[in-house]
């Protein structure tokens, strides 16, 4: 019985292992199970070997013997036995699939190409040639990038001092100088703000060249606009000296001294040709041709004992300009190759990214809107924006109509630009503003002066029908083709809400391409950097911002940012091979102009209106007796700004009592004179006024001692 049992037990034992064994041989490869995803071929993956099955000796043989060839000591019953049999059939897999898995991965980096097997190569030592090429490459690299370094270095200082054009849009004036002599560079003017009441135009403060008169040999000019020339003639009434600088700029101050009557310093007018050195005291100084929103406008190439210096003005890089002369790149990188010791920029347009679109674009702008036009077509920009009115003019003899000039400063412009030969329209395309009547509107061309919304401009006085010629109608089309001035913003703003109210179509900024700017944009001025590779550089033109922004542009082009200052109005720069530094502050200011007159206003009389216009003023009357001090009949007072008509009255009460009741407490030394009773009664008034009104009038008393 026992023996029947234990065979039938081996049996058992037979049939699960055949079964199993038939199980594994049954299981069918991956290629043969379509309905299984195909993984992404590897061509260097080899083939998994074929499942081998195991023999029912093997498996007997490996349960009775353990890893060290013995028997194991207890009995496990069938199941436990073939566990453990098949965890040791799953770890020798395993470490089979790893064994051939790393071999693989050994022969595939043994391989390239095409699977041929190649030896690693390894570089030898570099040659003495090969180190010596990239020594001399580095060097060669570090001086185009560094070119200012060929400068020699020697003790020699120049100093740059900005009287205005800093901190501000306009007033551009700067000066130059070394211990032998000085220059000044353009002598510009600004426009005021509406707190300067009567105030036109604003000319900088000439003291500090007064300082250095015997010193300064010559007054450059760069381009004709009024923020870099508007000043001369009240310069040339207190100082005199040679004006070196292109034909227009020159005939436009000619122009501005005929107007005050200084032409006898027509003399002393020096005319450059561009590319050409001149000798200016201890420097020589080039005029480079730049793009800008006027002809002839020119940058300044200087040489100094000290090193070069490159000054841009105001610049932009056009290279379709209508008069096809394009910025000469060249001269800047002539000089940038031989090494600049310091550059000076325009910021005006450092927060604008990009480049500056062409002049040529307005053109465009205005075809669409002269075939828009149906009546009279009135255009306004700057009167010196000479390629503007040009192209204006252009289109308006395509469209067969007569072009009339209205405004003093358009008409002297326009004049000047044709003698010299810049524009080239023939006499029988202009009449006279008094021949508008005899022509159709859609004949007619109006250029005129205005586009700031000045009061006394031409474009201003049609708004408010008070042109002597020219009634706007509802068919007119007035084109202004300008940006309002940094300060101008509300000027401008009002003369669009008469032109509005006036019923005319206007076209402003609702075109895109009606004006374009002339200052250098981002890219144009990292072209300019990387052009002249200074090692010192001085952002200017333009508020502090400005400066700022394009500080920030030159140092992504590789400028030292311990090499750039940022400057005011006043500081006083020195430059030297070794250093550069603000070494001191010298006076700077702006004189108020009333264009009506030409004459200056004080500073006192602009303060006096603009209390005027903020808090008022108080006039104060009275008699009285000389022995007694006592008053003779009543104080009149007159109040302007400061109290309702309504209250008047009581206001002039509550006078009346301060001034009795100081007359009755004051010692004999505040009675002495009417002048010390003046002060006084000023003091103990403007005293109760700022108390009661929080307000600061301007206070005028006046005694009478009888």
């Known amino acids: 019985m026992e023996e029947n049992k234990q065979q039938e037990k081996s049996q058992n034992q037979e049939n699960v292992i055949k079964s199993n064994t038939q199980n594994s041989t049954d299981i069918k490869s991956r290629r043969e199970r379509p309905d299984r995803p195909r993984r992404a071929g590897n061509p260097h993956r ?196 040679p004006i070196w600088g292109t034909p227009l700029a020159l005939a436009m101050i000619e122009n501005k001294f005929q107007e005050h009557g200084l032409m006898e310093h027509v003399k002393l007018f020096n005319y450059v040709t561009k590319r050409k050195q001149y000798q200016i ?25 000290a090193g070069t210096f490159i000054h841009t003005a105001d610049f932009k890089v056009d290279h379709t300009p209508i008069d096809n002369q394009t910025m000469d790149l060249q001269r800047y990188a002539y000089y ?93 395309h202009f009449i006279e503003s008094h021949e508008i009547p005899k022509y159709p509107d859609d004949k007619l061309l109006i250029v005129t002066t205005g586009s700031q919304g000045e009061i006394m401009a031409a474009l201003s006085r049609m708004a408010t029908n008070e042109h002597r010629h020219v009634k706007l109608k509802p068919s007119d089309t007035i084109i202004i083709s300008a940006h309002a001035i940094p300060g101008n913003e509300s000027s401008v703003s009002s003369l669009m809400n008469k032109l509005v109210k006036a019923g005319v179509t206007v076209r402003y900024k609702d075109f895109e391409n009606i004006h374009v700017s002339g200052h250098a944009a981002q890219e144009e001025q990292k072209l300019i950097l990387r052009l002249v590779q200074p090692k010192f550089f001085l952002p200017v033109h333009g508020e502090y911002n400005h400066i700022f922004k394009h500080s920030k542009t030159a140092i992504e082009c590789g400028v030292n940012p311990r090499n750039i200052l940022l400057m005011s109005d006043g500081d006083q720069i020195e430059i030297t091979t070794k250093y550069i530094k603000k070494v001191k502050s010298v006076k700077t200011g702006k004189s108020y102009i009333d264009n009506q007159n030409n004459q200056e206003i004080k500073s006192d009389v602009v303060e006096d209106r603009q209390k005027l216009s903020q808090d008022g003023i108080v006039n104060i009357a009275m008699q009285l007796n000389k022995s007694t001090k006592k008053l003779i009949g009543k104080v009149v007072v007159n109040s302007s700004g400061l109290v309702p008509k309504k209250d008047s009255k009581r206001f002039t009460h509550e006078i009346e009592n301060i001034i009795d009741t100081f007359l009755i407490n004051a010692d004999e030394k505040q009675l002495t004179s009417s002048n010390t009773i003046q002060k006084e009664i000023n003091g103990i008034v403007r005293k109760f006024i700022v108390r009661t009104k929080k307000r600061y009038p301007i206070i005028n008393t006046v005694v009478f001692m009888v």
């Open 46 to 241: 080899r083939p998994k070997p074929p499942i081998q099955p195991l023999h029912v000796s093997t498996i007997k043989e490996k349960s009775e013997i353990d890893e060290n060839g013995e028997k194991p000591k207890h009995n496990l019953s069938h199941k436990s036995q073939g566990k453990v049999q098949h965890k040791k059939v799953q770890h020798k897999k395993s470490e089979q699939n790893r064994a051939t898995k790393q071999n693989h991965k050994n022969k595939k980096a043994s391989r390239i190409g095409n699977g041929r097997r190649t030896k690693k190569n390894i570089s030898g030592p570099m040659s003495d040639a090969m180190k010596a090429s990239i020594l001399e490459n580095i060097e060669v690299n570090d001086l185009r990038m560094n070119p200012w370094k060929q400068i020699e270095h020697n003790n020699h200082k120049v100093r740059f001092t900005p009287l205005g054009g800093l901190g501000e849009i306009g007033g551009n004036i700067a000066v130059m100088e070394d211990d032998e002599s000085a220059f000044i560079i353009d002598v510009g003017m600004s426009f005021p703000d509406e707190t300067m009441h009567g105030v036109d135009i604003l000319v900088p403060d000439f003291s500090y060249l007064h300082a250095i008169k015997d010193k300064i040999v010559a007054v450059v000019i760069t381009h004709a606009h009024e923020d870099h020339i508007g000043a001369m003639p009240y310069l040339y009434k207190e100082l005199q000296f």
């Open 281 to 305: 005291g201890s420097f020589k100084i080039e005029w480079m041709h730049n793009t800008h929103s006027i002809i002839d406008a020119c940058s300044l190439a200087i040489e100094s004992k």
């Open 336 to 428: 940038g190759s031989k090494g600049v010791l310091c550059l000076f920029s325009d910021s005006t347009n450092s927060h604008t990214p990009g480049f500056t679109k062409s002049e040529a674009v307005v053109g465009k702008t205005f075809d669409r809107l002269f075939a828009l036009a149906t009546g009279r077509v009135i255009m306004s920009t700057f009167s010196s924006n000479t390629h503007r009115i040009f192209q204006a003019m252009e289109r308006g003899i395509e469209a067969g109509r007569k072009i009339c000039v209205i405004g003093r400063s358009m008409e002297r412009n326009i004049e000047t630009t044709r003698r010299l030969g810049y524009v080239d329209i023939e006499d029988k």
